[in-house]
């Protein structure tokens, strides 16, 4: 007896879907035990063409009609957003139906509520293509590293964020200019606010770590810093000092608690994720017995997603169980200012005798050492003034940036990131 589908949504991820499912239906038949069918698909206008074959596939608008068909056994919701996509998800699941999902905001959102329903009605939320596309990350932490204690995920996972940086640095280009870029080749979306912004990252770092350190999903203690202010001038400075400019998103657990964080950072050339370029993703998981273990891909595109949604739609059709998160430990997140990580700072000042010494004193009168320091010429008697700090807690740099910055012979603003001195 096949497995008979219904799809939320024929945008390019669906698409994709229908795709995979035609163009691989004697392999994924053959691994699935069972053919695969989709039978039915809601979509806003049915009217709109479609780039894939449509055949033998009822088209319509009417989503609740759909998560309440008899014929369906899975739900696959591709129609992103948040609130009408609950609504529909916690309907297919009430109905008996099991879940396939994409959508890595409502997991985020909505997780706990999602996975409590889907254990009332004894059914399956599945959710790999939920987080870096093609990259069979969610499978990673929930089987391949399951035996370890995971301590840190450091990676990229937002592709346009990583396109954006990684032309800024080959071009040296502005971040307006690179954007518009994007945008014309369908990397970023006309309101680019949730990828630039970090909070596409956010949600998706939210749902690793409570896989990797099995806590409550917790999308309120996220610290997001977009990529909108990292300029050329400091991508150049960076790779002068041995490093490249990543929007980085790290989850870490320590004694101290749980870091959750997206933003740009300076990692060396040479790790792991400073080579990953352009649109693709990479993440490190960090585990005690397997040490540090990589994972490169695509992060986004129709078929690489759609190969991600088809995985976990093969897995429900063997019946294997895709358990919910355990989120039962409760945690301590740490918070910002106690955060310890290395820093980088750039600053103007005035180009005479002795500004030198009033800067390294007051670092010095904050326990903070420097690392390495790059001191340029600039214009009308002024010189840029690059440090790359030992590590300290963020309250120290934002206390020791608010005494530099009250120094005369210090002009205009202060540009500081955090470095990560991650694995290669």
Do not use: W
């Not at 053959?30 to 053919?35: D, E, F, I, L, M």
Request: glycine share 10%; proline share 3%.
């Amino acid at each position: 007896m096949s497995l008979k589908i219904g799809l939320l949504g024929l945008g390019t991820v669906g698409a994709g879907t229908v795709k995979v499912l035609r163009e691989n239906t004697d392999d994924i038949t053959s691994r699935a035990g069972r053919p695969i069918e989709i039978v039915r698909a809601a979509v806003r206008d049915p009217a709109l063409p479609r780039d894939c074959d449509l055949s033998g596939i009822e088209l319509d608008s009417d989503a609740d009609a759909l998560v309440a068909d008899p014929r369906i056994d899975v739900v696959v919701e591709l129609m992103g957003g948040i609130g009408r996509a609950r609504e529909l998800v916690l309907a297919a699941l009430a109905n008996g139906k099991s879940v396939v999902t994409a959508n890595k905001a409502l997991i985020a959102e909505h997780g706990k509520e999602i996975f409590e329903c889907a254990q009332a009605h004894g059914q399956v939320v599945a959710f790999e293509a939920a987080v870096a596309g093609g990259i069979p990350i969610i499978k990673a932490l929930r089987e391949g590293l399951v035996g370890n204690r995971i301590d840190q995920i450091a990676g990229i996972i937002n592709g346009t964020t990583n396109f954006i940086l990684s032309r800024m640095e080959a071009d040296g280009a502005d971040f307006a200019e690179v954007l518009a870029e994007a945008q014309a080749k369908g990397y970023a979306e006309a309101d680019p606010t949730f990828d630039v912004e970090g909070i596409d990252a956010g949600h998706k770092l939210a749902i690793l770590a409570t896989l990797a350190f099995d806590i409550p999903l917790a999308t309120d203690q996220l610290h997001t810093i977009g990529v909108g202010k990292v300029s050329a001038e400091d991508i150049s400075f960076a790779r002068e000092l041995g490093y490249r400019i990543k929007h980085l998103a790290v989850a870490r657990r320590s004694e101290a608690g749980v870091e959750l964080r997206v933003e740009p950072t300076l990692v060396p050339k040479n790790a792991f994720v400073a080579k990953v370029d352009g649109v693709m993703n990479g993440v490190s998981i960090s585990g005690n017995a397997v040490g540090t273990a990589g994972f490169y891909g695509p992060g986004a595109g129709a078929l690489a997603t759609a190969s991600a949604v088809v995985a976990d739609i093969v897995d429900v059709a063997l019946g294997h169980a895709i358990a919910p998160p355990a989120m039962a430990q409760e945690v301590s997140f740490v918070p910002q200012s106690a955060v310890v990580s290395a820093h980088y700072l750039r600053m103007r000042v005035t180009d005479q005798s002795g500004v030198m010494k009033t800067i390294s004193g007051i670092l010095a009168g904050l326990d903070i050492s420097i690392e390495a320091m790059v001191q340029k010429e600039s214009s009308e008697g002024q010189a840029e003034v690059v440090l790359i700090t030992h590590e300290v807690s963020t309250g120290a740099i934002t206390q020791a940036m608010d005494e530099l910055a009250a120094c005369d012979a210090v002009h205009g603003g202060i540009v500081q990131m955090r470095l990560e001195h991650l694995s290669e």
